[in-house]
């Protein structure tokens, strides 16, 4: 059975750092696009990053770039979101989301792309 999970959040103050991990089990992920939204308390849940199959093309929205990072260790399976410089509007519950890469380039932000999702992980940037 195909399987995302997520791990990492909690509790950071402004400026700090969290590095989220996002395992797949029954399916090899580097074959895959995945992607990483959140839903901030009372927003509709967002497209932050993702990053493609193989090598990996990346796409980061401007409210993260330059603080944020996705990569994957393919030997674990597992894609990582390595968020620095954290604001209090980074605060969401995380969720990571995968779909068989079927893009020459890039990988989609849009939601209803991705067909498996994770539980999710809270994040929560406060003093």
């Known amino acids: 059975q195909s399987q995302l999970v997520e791990s990492g959040g909690g509790l950071v103050r402004p400026g700090g750092s969290l590095t989220l991990s996002c395992k797949a089990s029954g399916f090899i992920s580097d074959y895959f696009v995945t992607g990483w939204f959140r839903q901030a308390p009372g927003k509709e849940r967002e497209g932050v990053v993702c990053i493609s199959s193989g090598n990996g093309d990346r796409f980061y929205v401007d409210s993260v770039k330059g603080r944020f990072t996705i990569y994957r260790d393919n030997a674990k399976n597992t894609v990582y979101l390595q968020m620095n410089s954290l604001k209090p509007e980074d605060t969401g519950i995380y969720y990571c989301?995968?779909?068989?890469?079927?893009?020459?380039?890039?990988?989609?932000?849009?939601?209803?792309?991705?067909?498996?999702w994770g539980q999710g992980t809270q994040v929560t940037v406060a003093s």
């Open positions: 989301a995968a779909v068989r890469d079927r893009w020459s380039s890039s990988c989609p932000i849009q939601q209803a792309e991705y067909e498996q």
